[in-house]
């Protein structure tokens, strides 16, 4: 009975392995086999202006891979200029189930000057070519689309929007020296995020020109603690002083005067590999400087050491809410393509944040 019952069981094992075998032979992987994704074509050539920066520039579209099963699947979109082979590639999208990507024209121009400045290329109509990188892990072959080229001619400079200055305790009340909220639709809508770095409480108010006149928003006789939704006095309200975080993301209606508060948070780190995505993110402070075209610029900035593949991110106050990816700014950094910053190379680097501005700008400096 029991050589019986052994040999069944024999015969059992030998037929599970058969059929595992089987599975596995089913699903093995061959980029000989598999049919990459499709990218669709574009125009022959693209004008980018700043006059038209919140704009679309285009819609890339592609086809999802065959792998010969069903298989996870990331899809990036890379972009980088002809014939370099995709040296210094930047991802402008990853995902793995969008299979179409709209890119602003600000969001191109950004990407595409920093490309020249990495070749060291005077700014001039350019060829730039997009393909479909498709990977299921990092063992495995990476599939790479047909690529897709085309001529585009950026411009120089940030787009100018209409705006509106925040003078306050904060910078001494001076208008040269002011943070803004910009109307990117010119529709007398206003936003930007701002920090006051301690002072929001000690007052501040909105200023359509350099002089006190009636185009200037303040608070109107009562107000509560971090009020999230507010009409503003025009012309002769007070000094607004109901915050006290340092910093938040308004939105100013200067018809209606009315303001919303929202996202308001005291402190923003960088968190990261480095540190376990855990909690000692290292802190940004704020700080200063005037532009190559003589404008005053506020931004956070951080410095520290990264390891070699360090992927990081900017959060607010060690939590993950509100917290910024690549997707949501522009600027000269690496893109992880999995909603992360990365560095390739082990170093100190310094990272500054230009938050108050229509599209937020990283610029990311390896110190040594």
């Keep these: 009975m029991k050589f019986i019952k052994s040999i069944s069981t024999s015969i059992f094992t030998l037929l599970l392995c058969t059929a595992c075998e089987s599975d596995l032979e089913q699903v093995t992987y061959s980029s000989e086999n598999a049919i990459p994704s499709t990218l669709s074509s574009l125009n022959d050539s693209?004008?980018?202006?700043?006059?038209?920066?919140?704009?679309?520039?285009?819609?890339?579209?592609?086809?999802?891979?065959?792998?010969?099963?069903?298989?996870?699947?990331?899809?990036?979109?890379?972009?980088?200029?002809?014939?370099?082979?995709?040296?210094?590639?930047?991802?402008?999208?990853?995902?793995?189930?969008?299979?179409?990507?709209?890119?602003?024209?600000?969001?191109?121009?950004?990407?595409?000057?920093?490309?020249?400045?990495?070749?060291?290329?005077?700014?001039?109509?350019?060829?730039?070519?997009?393909?479909?990188?498709?990977?299921?892990?990092?063992?495995?072959?990476?599939?790479?689309?047909?690529?897709?080229?085309?001529?585009?001619?950026?411009?120089?400079?940030?787009?100018?929007?209409?705006?509106?200055?925040?003078?306050?305790?904060?910078?001494g009340w001076d208008f040269t020296k002011s943070q803004k909220v910009y109307s990117v639709n010119s529709d007398n809508i206003y936003t930007a995020m701002v920090y006051f770095d301690g002072k929001a409480a000690d007052g501040w108010k909105f200023c359509g020109t350099e002089d006190w006149g009636t185009d200037n928003w303040g608070a109107p006789e009562s107000m509560t603690p971090e009020q999230s939704l507010v009409t503003l006095v025009s012309g002769n309200g007070g000094d607004i002083k109901a915050y006290s975080k340092n910093s938040y993301y308004l939105e100013f209606n200067n018809t209606t005067g009315e303001l919303k508060v929202s996202k308001p948070h005291n402190s923003w780190g960088i968190v990261g590999d480095h540190n376990s995505w855990g909690s000692g993110d290292t802190m940004m402070t704020l700080e200063t400087e005037t532009d190559e075209n003589n404008k005053f610029q506020y931004y956070l900035k951080a410095t520290l050491d990264m390891p070699a593949g360090n992927k990081w991110k900017i959060r607010p106050e060690e939590k993950w809410e509100d917290d910024i990816a690549p997707g949501a700014v522009e600027g000269e950094f690496e893109d992880a393509g999995d909603g992360n910053f990365k560095v390739s190379e082990a170093g100190n680097y310094t990272i500054k944040w230009y938050f108050n501005k229509v599209t937020p700008k990283i610029i990311v400096v390896k110190n040594k």
Excluded: C
Excluded at 144 to 165: D, H, Q, R
């Design 46 to 171: 693209y004008i980018l202006e700043s006059k038209n920066a919140s704009q679309e520039a285009f819609t890339l579209t592609w086809s999802y891979p065959d792998l010969g099963y069903q298989a996870s699947v990331i899809n990036a979109l890379e972009m980088d200029v002809k014939d370099k082979n995709f040296a210094n590639k930047v991802i402008l999208a990853s995902s793995k189930t969008d299979l179409s990507h709209t890119i602003t024209v600000s969001d191109l121009n950004s990407k595409i000057m920093t490309l020249l400045k990495v070749y060291e290329i005077e700014t001039a109509p350019i060829g730039i070519e997009f393909r479909i990188s498709s990977s299921i892990s990092a063992a495995a072959d990476t599939l790479y689309s047909n690529i897709v080229s085309t001529t585009i001619t950026p411009y120089e400079g940030e787009p100018e929007y209409p705006a509106i200055t925040l003078r306050g305790s904060y910078n």
